[in-house]
């Protein structure tokens, strides 16, 4: 993986070398790449080919770094990535439940980084994710818990309800990743989508969600099966 470290300009992009034989591009954009290493392929060949990577910046831009990751991971499938937070992010498609995405992210990994169904932490966030899957509908990884008796539990964590009642009253976490088992919703905040003290989003949907989803621009409610 090559990457720009931080956001730079449009004008900005990396530069590969041509004409390799066992080292093809994946996929990526200007400002980042994913590169395939051939099975075979010597240490020699992977170091050369690292120092024949250049960059050229955009005017706007005075320097820039480059950060590169060697790993084994067998990355299939368009990944993104975005500058602003470094973190990668992967739309596989299929007809499955949330609890089948979830496992199926924990179980993949890039440049050695563990996977996890996204969060959303930030309005830019939530609007890069419109971007991946080609405005296809996809599993995020918030949830609303699964009751037992008066808490929801998740593995070994319990997050007590905010109120009796109905289910809409119950608190929406993060399953996993560095934000794992944070509230980020509760009953009070269910009205409209917005970006406040809560240090997450706000979602408009229905008081009977179990999991979160993303379709284009807009996030929602689904449910689990």
Not at 38 to 60: H, K, P
Not at 79 to 97: E, I, L, M, P
């Amino acid at each position: 993986i090559i990457a720009f470290k931080s956001s730079v300009a449009e004008g900005s992009k990396i530069i590969l070398p041509e004409n390799t034989v066992n080292i093809t591009l994946g996929n990526g954009t200007d400002t980042y790449k994913i590169i395939n290493v051939a099975s075979g392929t010597t240490s020699e060949d992977v170091q050369n080919y690292i120092r024949s990577v250049r960059f050229s910046l955009d005017a706007s831009d005075e320097s820039a770094d480059l950060m590169i990751i060697v790993s084994d991971d067998e990355i299939t499938g368009t990944v993104y990535y975005d500058s602003s937070n470094r973190h990668f992010y992967q739309f596989v498609s299929g007809s499955v439940t949330w609890k089948e995405a979830r496992e199926t992210a924990l179980n993949m990994s890039i440049g050695g980084r563990p996977g996890y169904l996204a969060t959303v932490t930030s309005s830019h966030e939530d609007d890069f994710l419109g971007t991946v899957g080609s405005n296809q509908l996809g599993w995020l990884g918030g949830t609303r818990l699964v009751r037992s008796g008066s808490t929801f539990a998740y593995s070994s964590q319990t997050i007590s309800e905010t109120a009796a009642g109905t289910k809409g009253m119950y608190p929406w976490y993060w399953a996993d990743g560095p934000e794992k088992n944070t509230q980020f919703l509760d009953r009070a905040a269910m009205s409209k989508k917005s970006y406040s003290s809560y240090s997450g989003f706000f979602a408009d949907f229905n008081f009977d969600m179990d999991v979160l989803d993303v379709y284009s621009n807009n996030i929602g409610g689904g449910y689990q099966n």
